[in-house]
């Protein structure tokens, strides 16, 4: 039977291809914009027909109907990692959450550990070969969907066909859905005068040659921003989002100077603009991977010059980074952080930057603490930790003794806090 026949022999209405989900189901989704609407809306519309089925996902980006506490017995979320959509519901207690490292997730599936039924996944166009591009989120979803029972499909046009390990042939596809509306963008963050000063101390740091990890938030961006003017940097990253791109169109990275797949920029999904996705679209120097391979701490760490740049919410004396919560409330989740961390102090000339505001709040609150607040979700470990960041400076952190590390980080809090701080660390034996 040929692929095209395949295509149109499974080819249905949103509303007919969810019923292959089954009552008790776990239904896997992809990171963020790779999320198909057409799919989650109609099961959204259609949730009370359904038991006990769950969808888990990293940072869902629209709030679909079964976001709704009213019928978690039907269609249930849970998170891999908190968006402001999920957030509220993990607030409330009616999201719940699976903490683990993102580059352990494949494996999670792959031993049961996490469930993997159905998958539901945005694709592009398929080839004449008979296959589908993740081209917007290869992570768990290529593990999910060796293990499911059943993958439903949502063709659009405007999903990047990507190279790499993010591929997947209609003698695998259960059913597939048609649409083209566009791609969820998602712009860059707000830049403020503390996410520059942060980001210039860290651009100061990065060698010509090297080879980048950017989170997503003001500060990453604020990051690249300050690089314009460095010579073939790298990028072996989890996300790719606009401010990467800005470099690779400013021919700041040529990844020449990488040793591991040299020639290449390398991620597990993206997240931004109608132009990223278009440029990621058959694009030879560009490769979407799974999450196991990208975030692999050993895989990554091949890589000469690894520099990740990361941010936290509340770091304490130690270097313990609080990333993921305000005390006991979920705010996002483990995501790559602890993966980036690893890699970089493993790579030969490495450097892990940990940056954040000193303030919250207005300046009214340190998030340089004694200790983090009870309850707190941490993410880098004092034992992970190396370089910290704020607008007042930079601490380095790994090999330096508790008293060391806590001299270093009150030198980079903020000024009204300092004494204050001070007085804490001789309390409890730190000054």
């Known amino acids: 039977m040929s692929v095209q026949t395949q295509y149109q022999q499974k080819r249905l209405s949103a509303a007919d291809a969810i019923r292959v989900v089954h009552n008790g189901d776990t239904v896997v989704i992809p990171t963020a914009v790779a999320e198909p609407p057409a799919l989650l809306t109609a099961l959204s519309e259609a949730r009370r027909d359904f038991r006990n089925v769950q969808v888990s996902q990293i940072l869902p980006v629209r709030p679909y109907g079964y976001f709704d506490p009213e019928t978690i017995e039907h269609v249930r979320h849970t998170a891999y990692f908190f968006s402001g959509v999920s957030r509220p519901g993990g607030k409330a207690g009616w999201v719940d959450f699976i903490p683990s490292c993102f580059s352990e997730m494949p494996d999670l599936i792959n031993r049961g550990l996490m469930k993997s039924e159905v998958v539901f996944s945005l694709a592009s166009p398929m080839d004449k070969h008979g296959y589908f591009s993740l081209g917007l989120a290869a992570d768990y979803t290529m593990a999910a969907i060796a293990n499911a029972r059943a993958v439903v499909l949502e063709v659009n046009p405007n999903v990047p066909f990507t190279n790499g390990n993010c591929q997947i042939h209609i003698s695998q596809v259960a059913a597939l859905t048609e649409n083209d509306e566009a791609i969820r963008e998602v712009g860059l963050p707000k830049i403020g005068p503390v996410q520059e000063a942060i980001g210039k101390y860290v651009a100061d740091m990065i060698p010509d040659g090297a080879t980048l990890q950017i989170g997503y938030g003001g500060i990453p961006d604020a990051v690249v921003m300050q690089l314009t003017h460095k010579h073939d940097l790298g990028v072996h990253t989890e996300m790719i989002g606009d401010g990467i791109l800005s470099l690779i169109e400013a021919g700041v990275v040529t990844n020449r100077k990488k040793n591991y797949l040299p020639g290449k920029s390398v991620a597990t999904f993206a997240l931004g603009s109608k132009k990223l996705y278009q440029f990621l679209h058959r694009n ?116 330096k003794s508790a008293h060391q590390r806590c001299e270093a980080l009150i030198g980079i809090a903020h000024p009204n806090f300092r004494a204050e701080l001070r007085e804490a660390a001789k309390k409890i034996g730190l000054m």
Not at 297 to 310: E, K, R, T, V
Not at 320 to 330: I, K, M, V
Not at 389 to 396: D, I, K, L, S, Y
């Open 284 to 399: 030879p120097a560009f490769e979407m991977h799974p999450v196991d391979f990208t975030n692999d701490p050993y895989l990554a760490g091949l890589n000469d010059n690894l520099h990740a740049i990361n941010a936290t919410m509340q770091i304490d004396f130690l270097g313990q980074c609080g990333s993921e919560s305000l005390g006991t409330t979920p705010y996002s989740g483990t995501g790559g952080q602890t993966d980036f961390v690893r890699a970089a102090n493993r790579s030969k000339g490495g450097k892990a930057f940990i940056v954040l505001p000193s303030t919250a709040k207005d300046d009214t609150i340190s998030r340089i603490v004694p200790t983090l607040t009870p309850g707190t979700h941490m993410s880098t470990t004092k034992n992970d930790i190396n370089y910290v960041v704020t607008e007042f400076g930079v601490a380095q952190l790994r090999g």
